[in-house]
C-alpha cells in the first residue's frame, strides 16, 4: 500500500482560491494543497498532466483534484476540461464543489429526508434558479417528488424545468413565479415542504405566510445572512419543531453539509477514479445519514 502523501489540486475560478475549501481540505487528511486561482477550462490540460503522468500504480490515487470558487458554470467547465484530459486507468479523482453547491444541496435534502419520504410529495423551492437551488430541484426531482421551482421570473423557472426534464427528473416539475403576495401564496399552497435556496440576505417568505399552513411539515431555508429566508426559522434550527412544523436554518443543515465535504474529500483518495459531482456527492451524504442517527 502506497504511504505517499496525499495532494489535492485545488483550482477554483477566484482570483484567491477559497480558504474554506483548503482548510476543509486539511481537516480532511490531505498533507499537501496546490491551489491555483482565476482558473478558467482553458488551463487545465498541463496541470492536469502533471498530476496523471507522476505517480503510477498505486500511489495515483494519492492526488486528487477538487474544483471550487463562486463562479459555478466556470467550475462545470473546468471539470468537463479536467475529465477530457483522462484516457483508460490514467486519471486521477476529481470533486466539483462550486460555491458549496453539490455539498449544501445534498445536505438540505437528506436533512429533509430524515421526516419525509420525498417519492410523491410536493415540495417549493424557493429562489430556485440558484446553484444551490437547482442542485435541490435536481435531486428532488431525481427521487420523484412533485417540484415546484419558485423563481422571481417565470421564465428562469421554466428554463430550469426543460433542462432537469433533459437530464433525466422523473417526478413532476411545475414552474411558478413567485413575484408578488398572491403568486407567492399560490406557489406555498399544499406544499408538504419548502426549500428556501434565495441569495444571502434576502428574506422569501413572512412568519405568517408559512406558519399557518396545513399541508407544510417541513421548512428549510438555507440563507446564513439576516435577515432570515424564511422569518422565523433560527438560522441553528436543525429539525425543532417551530409553529408545528420541522424547521432547518443555514448552520443546522450547515452541520451535515460539512461532513458530507470531508467524506467527499477522503473518498478522493480512495482510489483514482471518482467523479464527484451532484449524484456521487448526495450518495456519500446518504451513506452518512444511514450510518448515524443525526
Ligand atoms: N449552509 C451552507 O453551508 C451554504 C452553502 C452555500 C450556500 N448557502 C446559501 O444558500 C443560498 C443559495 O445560494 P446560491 O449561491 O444558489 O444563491 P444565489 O445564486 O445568490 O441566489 C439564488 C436565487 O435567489 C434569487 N434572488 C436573488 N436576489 C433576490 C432578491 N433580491 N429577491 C428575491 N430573490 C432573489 C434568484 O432567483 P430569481 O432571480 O430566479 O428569483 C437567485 O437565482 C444562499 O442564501 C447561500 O448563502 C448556504
Redesign the pocket.
Known sequence: MSTKPKILIQFDSDQHPSVFDSVVAIDSGVDQLLPFGSMEAVDVRELVHGAMFTRGGDSLKRTAIFIGGSRVKSAEQILRAVVDCFFGNVRVSVMLDA???NT?ASAAVLCLQRHLSVNEITVGVL?A?????QRVCRLLSSQGANVRIG???LQ??TSLASRIQDSGGCGSLTPMTTDGPHNLEQFIQDCDAIIA????G?Q?LKKEKWQDLSACKVAID????PPE?IEGIDVTSAGQVTAGKLVYG?IG??NL?MKIHKRAIATLFESNDHILDLDAVYDIGKKLEEASDF
Open positions: 460555491n458549496g453547491a449544501t429562489g434558479t440558484g446553484s444551490v437551488g423563481s422571481r421570473s428562469r423557472a435556496t434565495g441569495a444571502a434576502v422569501l438555507l440563507n446564513a445572512v429566508g443555514a443543515v450547515g453539509k
